[in-house]
C-alpha cells in the first residue's frame, strides 16, 4: 500500500549513488598516498616554472606534484561529506504525502514516521530527505555528478601537465617494456595513459548539464522525462570517473623523471632569471646600480638574439663574466646560479602540505589503503 516503484527505485538508487561514492573515496585515498611518495621524492629538484605557457621563475617537481594532490584532496573531502549527508528517500508515498501510509496506519503519524526512520537506519542512512515529490529532488543527481566532474577535472589538469612535461622531455607516464608508442613511428613515446584519462574526463565533465536540465524540467511532483537519461548518465559517470580514477594511480605509480634534462632546461633560462640576485651582489660590494643595470639590459639582449636568432646556447653568463664591470662578484657567479637558490619555499611547502593536510587523511583513513584494487589498465 502506497509502495509505488519508486519506493524501490529511488531509495535503491540512493544507496548505489553511496556505495559508488564510497568505491571512489577509496581510489582518491590510494590516488593521494602513492602522489605522496612522488611530491616528498622530488620536493627538492629544481625546475621551470610555467606561466602562460612561458618559463617563469624555478619551482620543483616535488611542489608541482602538490597542486595536483591538493585538488584530489580537495575532491576527496567534498566526496566525504556527501557520503555523510546524502539522505534516503524513505517511505513518502506516490506524490510525497505518505497520505496512502497515513491510511495503512489508521492517521497515526507517528507510527508512519517510524516506519520512515526504520527504513533509513535498515539501510544505514543518518536521515531521510525531509519532504519529496514522487521521487527524491534530481538536484541531488547534480551534485553527485557534479562531484565527479570535479574529480575529472582534477584528473585532466594532472594529465595535461604530464603530456606537456612528455613533450619537453622532462617527465613521462609509465613505458611498458613491449608497449608500442605508435604504429607509424617506432620511436614515439605517446602519453596514452594521460590521453586517455582526458578523453574520459572530458566526457564526465560535461555531464552535470543534463543532470541540470533534468532536475530543471520535472514538472510538480514528478514527471517520467527523467527516467531514460538517468538511466545513462549516472552509471556512465561513476563507470568513467573510476577507470579514470585507476589510471591516475598507475600513471602515479610509474612517473620517470629525467633530472639532467629538467637541469639543462633550468640552466639555459636561469641566466635571464638570475640577473636579479647578480644585480644585487654587485650593489652590495659598491657598484653603481644603474649602471649595472643598464649593462644587464644590453647583455641580456644580445644573449636572446643569440638564443631565437642563430640557435646557440644562452651565454648571459658568459658576456657578464668577461665585463669588467662585474668584476667583484666574477668568481661568485657559478654561486649565483645555483637553481636551489630559486625555488623559494617550494621543498618546505612540500613537507608542510604533506604534514599538515595530507597525512591526517591517510592515517584517519588508512584502512583503505590496504584494500587490494581488482581492476587493472591496459595500454
Not at 548505489?16 to 598516498?33: D, F, I
Request: charged share 25%; aromatic share 6%; proline share 4%.
Amino acid at each position: 500500500l502506497g509502495a509505488t516503484s519508486c519506493f524501490v527505485g529511488d531509495n535503491t538508487d540512493l544507496i548505489q549513488l553511496r556505495q559508488g561514492l564510497e568505491l571512489l573515496k577509496r581510489k582518491l585515498c590510494q590516488v593521494l598516498n602513492v602522489l605522496k611518495t612522488f611530491a616528498l621524492q622530488y620536493k627538492d629538484l629544481p625546475t621551470l616554472g610555467f606561466t602562460h605557457y612561458q618559463p617563469a621563475q624555478l619551482t620543483t617537481v616535488g611542489k608541482r606534484c602538490t597542486l595536483w594532490m591538493q585538488d584530489f584532496l580537495m575532491d576527496f573531502e567534498r566526496v566525504s561529506r556527501e557520503i555523510q549527508d546524502l539522505p534516503m528517500r524513505g517511505v513518502k508515498g506516490t506524490t510525497g504525502t505518505q497520505a496512502s501510509f497515513l491510511e495503512l496506519f489508521r492517521g497515526d503519524h507517528e507510527k508512519v514516521k517510524q516506519l520512515d526512520k526504520r527504513i533509513c537506519e535498515l539501510m544505514n542512512f543518518q536521515r531521510s530527505i525531509s519532504v519529496s515529490g514522487q521521487t527524491y529532488t534530481r538536484k541531488i543527481d547534480y551534485m553527485i555528478l557534479s562531484l565527479l566532474s570535479g574529480i575529472c577535472q582534477s584528473a585532466y589538469k594532472m594529465c595535461g601537465d604530464i603530456r606537456l612535461l612528455a613533450n619537453l622531455k622532462q617527465v613521462e607516464e609509465p613505458f611498458a617494456k613491449k608497449q608500442i608508442g605508435s604504429s607509424a613511428m617506432a620511436y614515439k613515446r605517446n602519453p596514452m595513459r594521460s590521453e586517455r584519462v582526458c578523453s574520459l574526463a572530458r566526457y564526465v565533465i560535461g555531464l552535470p548539464q543534463s543532470a541540470a536540465h533534468t532536475h530543471a524540467n520535472q514538472w510538480f511532483e514528478r514527471t517520467l522525462d527523467d527516467s531514460a537519461i538517468r538511466r545513462i548518465v549516472l552509471p556512465e559517470a561513476f563507470l568513467a570517473t573510476d577507470v579514470v580514477l585507476n589510471l591516475i594511480h598507475d600513471i602515479s605509480n610509474g612517473l620517470h623523471v629525467w633530472p639532467n634534462v629538467i637541469h639543462a632546461q633550468v640552466m639555459a633560462e636561469l641566466p635571464f632569471m638570475s640577473t636579479e640576485v647578480i644585480l644585487m651582489e654587485c650593489v652590495k660590494q659598491g657598484g653603481d646600480r644603474q649602471e649595472l643595470h643598464e649593462a644587464i639590459r644590453v647583455h641580456s639582449m644580445e644573449a636572446g638574439a643569440v638564443v631565437k636568432g642563430e640557435g646557440k646556447p644562452n651565454d648571459l653568463m658568459e658576456r657578464i663574466a668577461k665585463d669588467p664591470l662585474f668584476a667583484k662578484i666574477h668568481d661568485k657567479l657559478p654561486e649565483l646560479m645555483d637553481p636551489a637558490l630559486f625555488v623559494g619555499r617550494a621543498p618546505q611547502q612540500v613537507e608542510e602540505f604533506i604534514a599538515g593536510d595530507v597525512d591526517p587523511i591517510l592515517q584517519q583513513h588508512k584502512d583503505l589503503l590496504d584494500i587490494q584494487n581488482i581492476d587493472g589498465v591496459n595500454v
